[in-house]
């Protein structure tokens, strides 16, 4: 089992709409947690933390669920510009490395 | 400022072929981290220096790959013997001190090398 697991997919979802990608972690352990998001052929970027509380910035929201070891990632309004691979990230205690998701494919239609 | 620079943004190697990719973090920083993403993957963990000292090289696939960082700034990432399973794209990372525990310093990531072996 993949230390982080998110839905591939594609999502292909209508510009304007809201859209939200899941993701699971399997380390308890884990103490941080991240999204990136990465347009083709291009490097991964911090989009947002994510906190236990709860996060937004903007049209994003994330989400954490520590007992159900979930992270979430809310898009509201989505533009053609959200059109990307996101992310799920997470950084377990006494570890400077990061463990990624295989990333969730994000196409906008007109 | 100049962000983590990579060269040489691609390589295409014959198998068997040694390959040295480098990466040049941003300045100050002090973390460097090199990842290696397949095609359709996230990227995955190789090794981590703390300036020139290599702390973590848990993730290095086999004893064909190698990384230093002699001076605290400047990467290479050796790859000898190279098969056709190392294609993928190196992507170096650097953030400006090491994670405290509490309070995370964002992995500025490079441009990566996308490496295609033949």
């Known amino acids: 089992r993949k230390e982080v697991e998110q839905d591939p997919g594609p999502f292909n979802v209508p510009e304007g709409a809201t859209v939200a990608f899941n993701c699971t972690y399997s380390?308890?352990?884990?103490?941080?947690f991240f999204w990136y998001r990465q347009d083709c052929r291009k490097e991964p970027k911090l989009l947002m933390s994510?906190?236990?509380s709860g996060n937004e910035d903007g049209r994003f929201t994330a989400q954490l669920n520590r007992a159900s070891q979930y992270i979430s990632l809310l898009i509201r309004d989505s533009k053609l510009s959200d059109s990307a691979t996101y992310l799920c990230?997470?950084?377990?205690?006494?570890?400077?490395?990061?463990?990624f998701g295989t990333g969730t494919r994000l196409t906008i239609i007109p | 400022g100049a962000g983590v620079s990579q060269s040489p943004r691609y390589k295409v190697a014959k198998r068997g072929q040694d390959v040295a990719l480098r990466c040049d973090p941003i300045?100050?920083?002090?973390?460097l981290f090199w990842y290696q993403q397949a095609l359709g993957q996230g990227p995955e963990f190789l090794t981590y220096?703390?300036?020139?000292?290599?702390?973590?090289k848990s993730g290095l696939p086999s004893d064909r790959f190698f990384a230093e960082r002699p001076e605290g700034s400047v990467s290479t990432l050796k790859i000898q013997r190279t098969q056709q399973e190392d294609s993928a794209v190196y992507l170096c990372?650097?953030?400006?001190?090491?994670?405290?525990?509490?309070?995370?310093?964002?992995?500025?990531f490079g441009p990566g090398t996308r490496l295609t072996v033949l």
């Open positions: 990372a650097s953030s400006l001190t090491p994670f405290s525990g509490r309070t995370y310093n964002e992995q500025f």
């Open positions: 380390n308890s352990a884990s103490q941080s």
């Open positions: 994510v906190y236990s």
């Open positions: 990230v997470v950084n377990d205690f006494g570890n400077e490395k990061l463990t």
């Open positions: 300045s100050g920083h002090v973390s």
């Open positions: 220096f703390q300036n020139e000292a290599q702390l973590d």
